[in-house]
């Protein structure tokens, strides 16, 4: 039946049009912003997942840092501790030749003392940032170590919360303290002096270990959040980001429908009109 009140044909055609534009809209804006969730209305399940992966992205970010700067502090206190072992080994050397009757043990004392000088310098300059391992307060507020923040856990709907490495202070200040040092005079204050620097070096063999354990735990710990980082990041991806190829084979057959739903729109707008070839 036709009508020249009630246009049926061309109700469904301007349905099915107002559908292919509002399906051609959302994939314009997919290629234009390369999201198929761009906001919480396209699906707010995924746009909320997203959001809080991204927030956890950001944490990783900032963890990172940490761990950079955590790995930097104890890097320079474990290259200060290796060059105290150094400085020890040529002192140990020196307090063996002085064992012999027939050396100069002034000259020996004074080489030692210019050693433990030296020793006191690389202790104190071994500092990244104001954080310095190798003293008993490392931070000149009472610290005895230094804590990284190394993780950043999250268990189901709760709240995130972080992971932390600590390194303790080789503590150089008391282990190798050199100030109160026996001087060489004879072959029996020699070996004195050399059962005292051997304490040393085994406290700053001790240290140095320790501290590059450290460090490598630490980077070992870095790589591993970049790597996860960058995964959360392909995750988040897969879940937001527009497939282009498919987005673009659907604009190319939605416009193809919308040629063909304005002509169809066209027809059926027509129909009435061919009613007054009956009236002539």
Request: aromatic letters at 2%; hydrophobic letters at 40%; proline letters at 1%.
């Amino acid at each position: 039946m036709t009508s020249i009140l009630t246009n049926n044909g061309a109700m469904v055609a301007l349905q099915t049009l107002k559908s292919i534009n509002s399906n051609l809209e959302t994939t314009q804006n997919e290629i234009s912003t390369g999201k198929k969730v761009g906001s919480a209305k396209d699906n707010s399940a995924i746009w909320a997942i997203s959001k809080v992966m991204e927030s956890d992205v950001s944490g990783f970010k900032a963890v990172k840092d940490s761990l950079s700067l955590g790995e930097s502090t104890v890097s320079v206190a474990s290259a200060g501790a290796e060059q105290i072992v150094d400085v020890l080994n040529e002192m140990k050397e020196l307090a063996i030749s002085a064992h012999s009757e027939n050396v100069d043990h002034g000259k020996i004392e004074a080489t030692l003392a210019k050693k433990r000088e030296q020793i006191q310098a690389i202790i104190g300059s071994s500092q990244f940032n104001g954080t310095n391992l190798l003293k008993t307060d490392t931070d000149g507020n009472g610290s005895t170590g230094l804590t990284v923040v190394s993780s950043l856990d999250r268990t189901g709907a709760g709240a995130p919360a972080t992971s932390t490495i600590t390194v303790a202070s080789a503590d150089f200040e008391t282990n190798v303290d050199t100030t109160g040092a026996t001087a060489i005079t004879d072959k029996a204050s020699a070996a004195t002096a050399l059962t005292e620097i051997e304490g040393w070096l085994t406290k700053a063999v001790e240290g140095a270990s320790s501290l590059g354990a450290a460090a490598a735990r630490i980077s070992d710990q870095s790589e591993f959040i970049g790597r996860l980082s960058d995964t959360m990041e392909m995750g988040i991806g897969s879940l937001v980001d527009a497939d282009m190829e498919e987005s673009s084979a659907r604009l190319k057959a939605l416009q193809t429908q919308q040629q063909l739903g304005v002509q169809s729109l066209s027809i059926a707008n027509q129909a009435p009109g061919a009613i007054m070839s009956l009236f002539r």
